[in-house]
């Protein structure tokens, strides 16, 4: 089974960053999907980053030069980067797991972590 624990949310201004970390327990490597979902109050949740091995990304364009994924297999942890950040950034973020290609439906993801919360003022 996999665990993964999220952490590094927190209140900022517009235009501050922040950087969120996703814990990872259990076997995973680098052949595993993994991806940060952020859902704001009363939307649906949407993907807006994956990484595939160690150097393969994606991103939605609402983050494309903004955010950066990455991840660490010898420390077991994924990482989101969040700069320049806006007032519609605000959400609950979530990191996500799943064996195999990165799709892009919450459902195709098995494994979750609790989220964290961004909150950003303008």
């Known amino acids: 089974q996999v665990q993964l624990v999220e952490s590094g949310g927190g209140s900022v201004q517009a235009g501050g960053s922040l950087r969120l970390s996703c814990a990872v327990f259990?076997?995973?490597?680098?052949?595993?999907?993994m991806g940060w979902f952020r859902q704001p109050p009363e939307k649906e949740r949407v993907k807006i980053a994956s990484i595939e091995g160690q150097s393969t990304t994606h991103y939605a364009n609402s983050v494309k030069g903004r955010f950066a994924i990455s991840r660490d297999n010898a420390k077991n942890t994924l990482y989101l980067q969040l700069n320049n950040l806006k007032p519609e950034d605000t959400a609950m973020y979530y990191c996500a797991a799943r064996r195999g290609a990165c799709y892009t439906l919450p459902d195709q993801f098995p494994f979750w972590g609790q989220g964290t919360q961004v909150t950003v003022s303008s």
């Open positions: 259990g076997y995973i490597d680098s052949t595993v999907c």
